[in-house]
């Protein structure tokens, strides 16, 4: 179960200036709202469209954000027919559509020299990779990946989106009903390093996931 009371910090927004310490921002490719797993999945199909050999990506968000869920949409756009289970114990799973897909998780790992037993730099060189909870050995990942962030929008706020997807009148308001809808909710914010030298800019995200993208 996510703890709401947790609310996480808004992300920075689009652009990815400079914030006024002098800490570059993560610059913000694309920011979506969900209605349920199916819509989460369908968001992630659209995402494989564009994805080539070689991309990583690094899936964050609390246990029950839906990470694996986000993984399976991936998948289903990759035209992947095997049922995409969670890896949390086997490590690595490995699928093949149109790329091969490595499916990892990185929970378990006790520490960041386990990772090198990924053989990260292998499975990079061919297909696609997703680490959930990839962000726990960031200082081992190449610069140059998608962070996929996956939370519960923040308790209060106002959310609607420009093309309503199978929702219910929650998500088509924007008011959240925490004893409701919105406990489907889901804010997927799409980002890349500072700095990194990034082709994912150039892939229009914003406008590829436009039925998704969360409106303020
Ligand atoms: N909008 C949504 N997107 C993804 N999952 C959702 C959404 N709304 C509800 N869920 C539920 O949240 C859970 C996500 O699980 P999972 O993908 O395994 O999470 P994680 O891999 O991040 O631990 C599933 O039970 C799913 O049905
Ligand atoms: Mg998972």
Known sequence: MV??????EPA???GGAPTGSGVPCTPVLARLLTTGPDDTRAAAAELATVLVDGD???LTGDLGAGKTCFTQGLGRGLGIEDRLTSPTFTLANRYR???LLHHLDVYRL?????TVDLGLAE???????VIEWGDRIAEVLPHDHLVVAIRYPELGTELTRPTERGSGAAAET???????????QRIIELATAAGA???WADRDLDRLLAPWRADR
Do not use: F, K
């Open 3 to 8: 703890n709401r009371d947790r609310v996480s």
């Open 12 to 14: 920075p927004t689009a």
């Open 56 to 58: 990583l990506l690094v």
């Open 97 to 99: 559509g149109r790329l």
């Open 110 to 114: 006790d520490s960041v020299a386990e």
């Open 123 to 129: 499975l990079l060189e061919d297909g696609v990779t």
């Open 174 to 184: 924007g008011d959240i009903d925490w004893d409701g809808a919105a406990m489907s």
């Open 197 to 199: 030298p990034s082709g």
